[in-house]
């Protein structure tokens, strides 16, 4: 009898601690998720705010594979003002993240 | 430092893209190896540019939701436009047939039918002839009028009725 109370408090305990782990990582996944959502939101708005002048650059280097020199010919400015506003943009979009505090 | 800091900050968009010299990126990893305010940058950068992929890959799904209905109901009008299309096809063809079924009996009216107006046409000529004649004495003038008036009710579809007519007026 007690052996066999012992076997179900193992395999209750057992259960327990599992969900316990399950619901830690639950938890871990939904912080993260919740973390990325802000940090998506605040991205967002920064992209919003963006100027089209810095916005188009950006857009055809790191979506459309262009380099700096084709870039220049489509908006007909030279490859260093190109790559001028490519660091202006980055660097907005980069510190509205560190604004909020990058998680490590 | 500082102004290290500072010169490696303008720098580091271009080291994240790969596009500094050999000499500038090392001297940059060698800054970043001890400075965790640029590693941070660094981060924020690699990040938001993740993000906007994100952003970005988002729209372009949005996008194609639009494009698809527009697609579907493209594809649901096509038998629409081809069953108009094969009523139109239909009344054409059901017209043609019509016509050619019809035509071997026309043309048997025509020739009655040219041939009657020949006759008629030439009578009328020749009653508008005759009436001229008459026309050039001046007593006569009552009885071409009726002669005239004649033309124009027996043979109302003729030149000469239509001659006759403006003589009348």
Not at chain 1, 53 to 76: H, Q, T, W
Not at chain 2, 5 to 29: F, I, P, R, T
Request: hydrophobic share 40%.
């Amino acid at each position: 009898m007690e052996h066999r109370s012992r076997r179900t408090f193992q395999r209750h305990a057992d259960e327990i601690l599992k969900r316990k782990l399950e619901t830690q990582k639950d938890s871990k996944a939904a912080v993260e998720n919740a973390i990325m959502a802000e940090e998506l939101e605040i991205v967002r708005n920064s992209l919003q705010k963006l100027d089209d002048l810095l916005l188009a650059p950006m857009v055809l280097r790191y979506f459309c594979d262009f380099n700096s020199k084709e870039i220049g010919k489509i908006l007909a400015l030279s490859p260093s003002t190109v790559r001028s506003r490519l660091r202006e943009a980055r660097m907005i979009l980069a510190k509205g993240l560190l604004e909020r505090g990058l998680e490590p | 430092m500082k102004k290290s800091c500072k010169e490696v900050k303008e720098m580091l968009v271009d080291y994240a893209d790969g596009q500094l010299s050999q000499s500038d990126s090392s001297k940059v990893a060698e800054h970043l190896s001890k400075c965790q305010e640029c590693r941070t940058v660094l981060d924020a950068l690699q990040k938001s540019l993740e993000l906007v992929g994100v952003i970005w890959a988002d729209s372009l799904a949005e996008t194609d939701n639009i494009r698809i209905p527009f697609i579907k109901t493209r594809k649901i009008r096509w038998p629409r436009y081809a069953a108009i299309a094969a009523s139109i096809l239909l009344v054409a063809i059901a017209s043609i047939v019509w016509h050619t079924s019809t035509q071997p009996k026309a043309s048997e009216l025509t020739f009655a039918e040219i041939e009657r107006k020949i006759t008629e046409s030439g009578s009328a000529a020749r009653l508008l002839a005759a009436a001229e004649l008459l026309s050039d004495n001046p007593e006569a003038e009552t009885i071409v009028k009726q002669q005239y008036q004649y033309i124009v009710e027996a043979y109302p579809e003729t030149t000469a009725a239509a001659k006759a007519k403006s003589r009348i007026h």
